[in-house]
């Protein structure tokens, strides 16, 4: 196969892999994003665009074990009942005036050191029966889990996986990336707060009919190991330790104590989103090897995006046309080329993260807490556009703000 046929292959490939990472699906068909970055990269091997060597080369083994290591210690915590826990801590001690601030601040902190699509998964269904508890309208509610979430995942390195992305790429310490980006977080849970408070604040005077209390389930006593063990593991992140090793030191542990529950723990680790990974990790390998990253980093310097406020829009759209994960793959060449890479590292984990609050589609966070309720509570276009929009545009405005003139 000739060179020009193989770049122009290449350039389908690499096209079409990212219209469909853009609207879900491949149209009219089933294929979602993580079996079209599993065609597109086997497609990327069979024009040869890809080798064994340069594939492997592309690979961020750090990125896959931090992830993977991060699900396991998630499924584990789940199955022992911990989610269940909290909530019922936010239950017993906060009164139902108290309790929008109480799901912003859990989720927020809990997606800070927890994957965030994690915790809405296993929250939202939560704090659906918590509201009916309390006779209260769960619509705010589950907004302030969605958007707390986001913006919480955004102080460190695992709230999210583009942020493990990012960490592992940059080289970026977990207390630099805290130290610089956690205020952002802190800030913007207060701003969500007071725009949940503002424009919700019908449904949140709105009293309902209470049903039946929160079930009573088990105490701390399966938790005990989990718990000892997700502390240690942050305590030597906050160290400085290697990430990935860390958390696979961990995860390996939990596997020989709750070997009983290996089965279950397979099930609840994301397979769909290591496969995403793997094979976008492929698809920009190839696109390095074929020229496609040089013509986008020179379309990228044409649009200014040394200009950090312009950086932080234009990852704000791209993160909602195609998602953040692909976003991140896409741009994470560009930003190894600024002068100031830190500060631009830190722009794209910021920017990409806060922009899932812009629209329901925004996040893999945000549709998991939409579709887990919709048995029993709808939550269209529109009720999310009113809180997530104002949330966006103020939280990603502080945090460039914070970016320039404290991270450099």
């Known amino acids: 196969m000739s060179i020009a046929l193989t770049h122009t292959l290449a350039w389908a490939i690499f096209l079409i892999s990212y ?43 750090e990125t896959l074990v931090l992830l993977a290591s991060m699900m396991v210690l998630v499924a584990v915590l789940h199955l022992e009942g911990f989610f269940e826990w909290v909530t019922r801590q936010i239950v017993a001690r906060l009164a139902p005036g108290q309790l929008l601030p109480g799901v912003i601040f859990s989720a927020g902190v809990l997606s800070a050191f927890l994957v965030n699509d994690v915790v809405c998964l ?42 493990i992305l990012i960490g592992s790429v940059s080289q970026i310490g977990y207390r630099d990336f805290l130290f610089h980006l956690g205020p952002v977080a802190v800030v913007g849970m207060f701003l969500d707060w007071a725009v949940i408070a503002v424009l919700c604040r019908k449904q949140l005077s709105e009293r309902l009919p209470i049903e039946a209390n929160l079930e009573a389930k088990q105490g701390l006593d399966g938790l005990l190991a989990p718990l000892l063990i997700a502390g240690g593991i942050i305590a030597a992140f906050l160290g400085g330790l290697n990430p990935a090793l860390v958390a696979a030191t961990g995860a390996a542990v939990l596997l020989l104590l709750r070997s009983r529950l290996l089965e279950k723990i397979y099930r609840e680790v994301d397979w769909a989103l290591l496969v995403l990974f793997i094979g ?129």
């Open 19 to 61: 219209f469909v990472f853009a609207v879900g699906r491949l149209p009219g068909t089933r294929l979602d994003r993580a079996g079209m970055a599993f065609i597109g990269a086997v497609g990327m091997f069979v024009i040869g665009a890809l080798n064994a060597k340069t594939a492997i080369a592309s690979l961020d083994y």
């Open 280 to 408: 976008l990790f492929l698809i920009i390998g190839a696109a390095e090897q074929t020229g496609i990253a040089a013509t986008l980093l020179r379309a990228a310097e044409w649009m200014n995006l040394h200009n950090l406020g312009i950086f932080s829009v234009t990852v704000t759209l791209l993160s909602n046309m195609v998602s953040n994960v692909p976003a991140v793959m896409l741009l994470k060449d560009l930003v190894k080329q600024f002068p100031n890479a830190h500060q631009f590292w830190l722009a794209l984990a910021m920017a990409s993260t806060l922009a899932g609050n812009l629209t329901i589609t925004g996040s893999i966070a945000n549709m998991i807490v939409v579709e887990s309720v919709r048995p029993q509570l709808r939550i269209t276009f529109k009720d999310y556009l009113v809180v997530g929009v104002p949330t966006t545009i103020l939280t990603i405005a502080v945090g460039t703000l914070w970016i320039a003139f404290f991270a450099h």
């Open 122 to 163: 296993f929250m939202a269904p939560l704090i659906l029966r918590v509201t009916k508890q309390m006779g209260r309208n769960p619509l705010p509610f589950l907004l302030a889990l969605a958007t707390a979430s986001n913006i919480g995942s955004s102080a460190t390195i695992t709230g999210n996986p583009q942020n």
